[in-house]
């Protein structure tokens, strides 16, 4: 409905903000999906195996799946997670960032 679309929209914003507040280079939100460039491809990997061994789980893209050659974590925003547990998400993806 109206309502998780609105709650949807906001944590995107949120999370863009907070990301970008730390330095990192994020897309604008296409819905509730983030693009966050990574160094590299290794850093990708491991960027992304830091935040799996404290329990978030984030996509990693990086070359050849990748159309312009540049490496990145995906996020993807979902309302319907607890706000505590979302906040918790975006401090380590940024704690665990190359």
Same mark, same amino acid.
């Given at each position: 409905? !109206? *309502?998780?679309?609105?709650? /949807?929209?906001?944590?995107?914003?949120?999370?863009? @903000?907070?990301? @970008? =507040?730390?330095?990192?280079?994020?897309? #604008? &939100?296409? *819905?509730? +999906?983030?693009? $966050?460039?990574?160094? *590299?491809?290794?850093? =990708?990997?491991?960027?992304?195996?830091?935040?799996?061994?404290?329990?978030?789980?984030? *996509?990693?893209?990086? &070359?050849? %799946?990748?159309? #312009?050659?540049? %490496?990145? /974590?995906?996020?993807?925003?979902? =309302?319907? +997670?607890?706000?505590? !547990?979302?906040?918790?998400? /975006? !401090? $380590? +993806? +940024?704690?665990?960032?190359?």
């Amino acid at each position: 409905g !109206d *309502g998780l679309r609105a709650e /949807l929209a906001d944590r995107a914003a949120t999370a863009v @903000r907070r990301l @970008r =507040a730390a330095g990192l280079a994020v897309s #604008d &939100p296409a *819905g509730g +999906v983030l693009s $966050i460039t990574a160094p *590299g491809p290794e850093a =990708a990997v491991a960027w992304a195996a830091a935040c799996l061994d404290r329990d978030v789980a984030v *996509g990693c893209f990086r &070359p050849p %799946s990748t159309p #312009d050659t540049r %490496s990145r /974590l995906r996020l993807t925003v979902n =309302a319907g +997670v607890p706000r505590t !547990d979302f906040d918790r998400a /975006l !401090d $380590i +993806v +940024v704690e665990c960032a190359p």
